[in-house]
């Protein structure tokens, strides 16, 4: 875990990191995930007319729309917000809120306006805030002038469907026609698919009798404006993309904005492919269960998605038996962290909320950190493994040689101390040394294990098997050929051809160690003079070892070996290996 927080990842459970390294699937959001989250407006559609956002351009555009636009334009700014501008203690200007809404609060800055004075100018009657449900948030002002009037703002099309008006470029209000409403649609559309987030702002006079007990109208607005708000992708998440494919592990964004803009900056990251779908939430949440079933492996973006969009999703994916990883950072996102296998907050701007309902939390809010955690997860699976083959190994022997020979001559070769000592090295010193092998890019191009897995793969079981019925075989050849072998006589004969059946025993796991650092590759020294612990452990063994046959003899029951016996013995071991390596040929 320590390893892992330096590679920017805080796991809350350890079993987390290794869901991770079988997850199949990961589902994103957009805003904050994928995007950097810092918004700029760069287009806006006011009064009908499309206009650049720059910086050297912007006074021209309050001298270009007519000023009673740009009154109703920056009232709905400043007061239908949802952020605040404040001083800080150094003297200087700074923007609170989400930043969606400090682009918009920057926007109107820029066009010069004042904050404080709108503010003060009219009287907030009532506020309902933003959520992700309803996409939009509103406000009720009572006018210096006297008289109530209602501000909404929010996603582009649900606000523009609230409208029958719009300010016109003489800065009239005039009746909505189709023609104006096919000019304000495809720009939402060229906005999006210039990766813009697209918001609507607009307007209406409430009528005196208005109580603001009422909830805020849905309709009857005349549009202002529409803006289109710049969210940069990420660097590094196209890669970060890439990886996953090639790990086998299907990327799919789900987010709450517009689905031009989704599906530009799908395509930016490299999530939307010819072949995918990108659906809306509202049409993904009319399907049944079994339109759903056939349609979720094609998904690829699913844009306007209310939260439950993103629960369901999660949820049929996991029903049908892949291991759902699910990113957030938002409020919105935390049913859909919960409901998955395996949920990924992001650490800087993600809310508490979603910080609460994940399992890895992503420090640095970047996308390739999760890749990296994938990476750490299918290490520690891998490792498991390798660490499974190695002990499974020695306890067939051990057990076969002791009990055949138990059954056949009465007494087992391998005494109750030696059998300790090579439990030693397979649980402690094996686990040491197979667990602490460091993740390696290698293990992003294999395809996940996903939960159909089995944990002992016919692989571990080809090496097991095959390990085995060798070791198996010398220590029975020593038994019944060893005396003759080594010309050993007399009162002595016994003990010495049972040190050299345990010497060679133990040295056949010192080099089996080794040939189980890869399970599929023959070249099982790569990296290996990197991974001290591992060397440590290896070299430890074969000093104790020593120390027990040539010192330990009473309590071991052990006598000192000639060097002919011990280079046998260890020549025993060694040959554990290419015999390993031929194993890996045979396909499974
Ligand atoms: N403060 C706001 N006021 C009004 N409308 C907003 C505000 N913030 C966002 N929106 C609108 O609501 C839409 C969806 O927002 P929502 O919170 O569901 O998604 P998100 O969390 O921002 O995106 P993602 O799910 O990709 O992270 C946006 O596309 C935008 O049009
Ligand atoms: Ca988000």
């Known amino acids: 875990m320590k390893k892992m927080m330096n590679d920017k990842a805080l796991v809350r459970h350890l079993a987390a990191c290794e869901t991770m390294g079988s997850a199949t699937n990961i589902c994103s959001d957009k805003t904050g995930t994928l995007t950097t989250n810092h918004m700029t407006v760069v287009k806006s559609c006011i009064c009908m007319d499309v206009r650049e956002v720059g910086n050297n351009n912007k006074a021209s555009l309050c001298s270009e729309i007519p000023e009673s636009a740009v009154k109703l334009l920056l009232q709905s700014i400043f007061t239908n917000t949802g952020g605040e501008i404040v001083i800080n203690k150094d003297g200087k200007r700074e923007i609170l809120g989400t930043p969606t809404e400090t682009a918009l609060l920057e926007f109107g800055l820029s066009l010069g306006g ?30 210096p002038e006297g008289g109530l009037r209602a501000h909404t703002k929010g996603a582009s099309e649900i606000v523009l469907a609230g409208c029958d008006k719009v300010i016109n470029s003489n800065g009239e209000v005039v009746p909505l026609d189709v023609e104006s409403i096919n000019h304000l649609n495809a720009t939402i559309n060229q906005f999006a698919n210039e990766a813009l987030r697209t918001l609507c702002l ?23 404006g529409i803006v289109g708000i710049k969210d940069p992708v990420r660097p590094g998440v196209k890669e970060s993309v890439a990886i996953c494919r090639s790990a086998g592990i299907t990327v799919r964004m789900v987010t709450g904005d517009n689905i031009n803009t989704a599906k530009a900056i799908a395509r930016e990251c490299g999530i939307l492919t010819d ?13 049944s269960q079994e339109e759903m079933l056939a349609l979720i492996p094609k998904i690829q973006v699913m844009a306007r998605s209310s939260p439950m969009d993103k629960h369901t999703l999660v949820r049929q994916l996991r029903s049908s038996d892949e ?9 919105n996102d935390a049913p859909a962290l919960h409901e998955a296998d395996i949920g990924l907050a992001m650490g800087i701007s993600g809310t508490e909320v979603a910080k609460e309902s994940a399992d890895v939390i992503i420090l640095d809010d970047n996308f390739s950190t999760i890749v990296t955690v994938a990476k750490w997860g299918r290490s520690v699976y891998i490792n498991i493994q390798k660490f499974v083959q190695f002990q499974l190994t020695v306890n067939i022997v051990a057990l076969i040689v002791n009990f055949s020979s138990a059954c056949l001559t009465g007494t087992a070769p391998l005494t109750a101390v030696q059998l300790l000592w090579v439990n030693m090295i397979m649980d402690t010193l094996g686990a040491l040394a197979l667990a602490t092998e460091p993740p390696t890019d290698e293990l992003m191009k294999r395809a996940p294990v996903g939960k159909k897995g089995n944990f002992i793969s016919n692989v571990m079981w080809r090496n097991i098997l095959g ?22 006589e007399g009162p002595d004969s016994d003990l010495t051809l049972n040190t050299i059946i345990f010497n060679s025993f133990v040295f056949c796991q010192v080099f089996n160690e080794i040939s189980s650092r890869n399970m599929e590759e023959i070249n099982v020294f790569k990296g290996i003079l990197n991974n001290y612990v591992f060397v440590a452990v290896l070299g430890c063994t074969a000093v104790f070892q020593v120390i027990i046959i040539e010192l330990l003899g009473t309590f ?5 070996l000639t060097s002919l016996q011990w280079f046998v013995s260890v020549f025993i071991g060694f040959l554990g290996m290419p015999i390993a390596a031929a194993l890996k040929t045979i396909p499974v």
Request: charged share 25%; aromatic share 10%; net charge negative.
């Open 275 to 287: 072949d995918g779908i990108a659906i809306e939430g509202p049409d993904f949440r009319e399907k």
């Open 202 to 224: 607009a307007y209406m006079e409430l009528e005196n009798d208005f109580s603001p007990d009422n909830a805020i109208p849905l309709s009857g607005y005349t549009c202002i």
């Open 467 to 488: 390990q085995s019925f060798y070791q198996f075989m010398v220590i029975w050849y020593l038994q019944v050929k060893g005396k003759g072998m080594f010309s050993l």
């Open 114 to 143: 004042d904050s404080q004075a709108e503010r003060l100018a009219s009287k907030l009657v009532k506020v309902e805030p933003f959520n992700s449900t309803k996409k939009r948030m509103g406000v009720i002002l009572e006018l």
């Open 323 to 331: 291991v759902v990883a699910v990113t957030g950072d938002g409020t």
């Open 556 to 560: 071991a029951s052990t006598t000192p």
